[in-house]
T-cell receptor, first 113, second 112 residues
Framework: EAGVAQSPRYKIIEKRQSVAFWCNPISGHATLYWYQQILGQGPKLLIQFQNNGVVDDSQLPKDRFSAERLKGVDSTLKIQPAKLEDSAVYLC????WGAGELFFGEGSRLTVL | DQQVKQNSPSLSVQEGRISILNCDYTNSMFDYFLWYKKYPAEGPTFLISISSIKDKNEDGRFTVFLNKSAKHLSLHIVPSQPGDSAVYFCAADTSGTYKYIFGTGTRLKVLA
C-alpha cells in the first residue's frame, strides 16, 4: 500500500513570494490533515478535511494560507505572500474516518529568506 | 495555550535500560492519546495509543500508562535499543473530533 505522498520535499523562497504544496493521501482515506511543524515545536493543525469538505480550519491564517481538496482525494496548501515565520515543515496526514491513527507523509520543508 | 506538554526536551538512556517519556495535558475532555516517533527528514510514525477507559496499553517493548486524575501519560520502552533514538511526540484527541493536538516532543538518544 502506497503511503502519503508529498511534494516538493524542499522549497526555498524569498519573503512575499508564493508557494504551493501538494499531498496525495493513502487511497480510500476520507480524512486529510495539514500540519505545520516549526523547528523545536510539535505539529500544529492547520486544516482538516473530511472528503472534500473542511471540518476545521480555525488555526489556518486565512489572510495568507489557503487549502483545497476539490475531488476529495489530493490536496494543495498555498501560502501567498510568505513571511519569514512561515519557515517550517508542512506535514500532510490522512486517516480513514473514525480511525485513531494518522498516517503522515515525509513533509515539505519550507525556508523563507 | 499549550494543551499537551512534554516538559523534557531530551533524554539519554543506555542501551538495554528503560526509557520513560512523559506527557501532561490540561484539557479534561481529551479521551484518546497516541505516541508518535519521528526520525530526521521523515514524517511521524504511529507507535501506540490508549483510550481513557484504560490505564495501560502494551505492545511489545512499548507500554503507555495513563493517569487520568493527574492528566499524565507516559511511554515506557524496555529494553531501549539504539534504533529507538528519535523524537517522540504525544498527541491527544477528544473522541469524535479526530483533531489531534501534539506536544512539543522529546528527543530520545539511546547510547550503545
Amino acid at each position: 500500500e502506497a503511503g502519503v505522498a508529498q511534494s516538493p520535499r524542499y522549497k526555498i523562497i524569498e519573503k512575499r513570494q508564493s508557494v504551493a504544496f501538494w499531498c496525495n493521501p493513502i487511497s480510500g482515506h476520507a480524512t486529510l490533515y495539514w500540519y505545520q511543524q516549526i523547528l523545536g515545536q510539535g505539529p500544529k493543525l492547520l486544516i482538516q478535511f473530511q472528503n472534500n469538505g473542511v471540518v476545521d480550519d480555525s488555526q489556518l491564517p486565512k489572510d495568507r494560507f489557503s487549502a483545497e481538496r476539490l475531488k476529495g482525494v489530493d490536496s494543495t496548501l498555498k501560502i501567498q505572500p510568505a513571511k519569514l515565520e512561515d519557515s517550517a515543515v508542512y506535514l500532510c496526514a490522512s486517516s480513514p474516518w473514525g480511525a485513531g491513527e494518522l498516517f503522515f507523509g515525509e513533509g515539505s520543508r519550507l525556508t523563507v529568506l | 495555550d499549550q494543551q499537551v506538554k512534554q516538559n523534557s526536551p531530551s533524554l539519554s538512556v543506555q542501551e538495554g535500560r528503560i526509557s520513560i517519556l512523559n506527557c501532561d495535558y490540561t484539557n479534561s475532555m481529551f479521551d484518546y492519546f497516541l505516541w508518535y516517533k519521528k526520525y530526521p527528514a521523515e514524517g511521524p510514525t504511529f507507535l501506540i495509543s490508549i483510550s481513557s477507559i484504560k490505564d495501560k496499553n502494551e505492545d511489545g517493548r512499548f507500554t503507555v500508562f495513563l493517569n487520568k486524575s493527574a492528566k499524565h501519560l507516559s511511554l515506557h520502552i524496555v529494553p531501549s535499543q539504539p534504533g529507538d533514538s528519535a523524537v517522540y511526540f504525544c498527541a491527544a484527541d477528544t473522541s469524535g473530533t479526530y483533531k489531534y493536538i501534539f506536544g512539543t516532543g522529546t528527543r530520545l538518544k539511546v547510547l550503545a
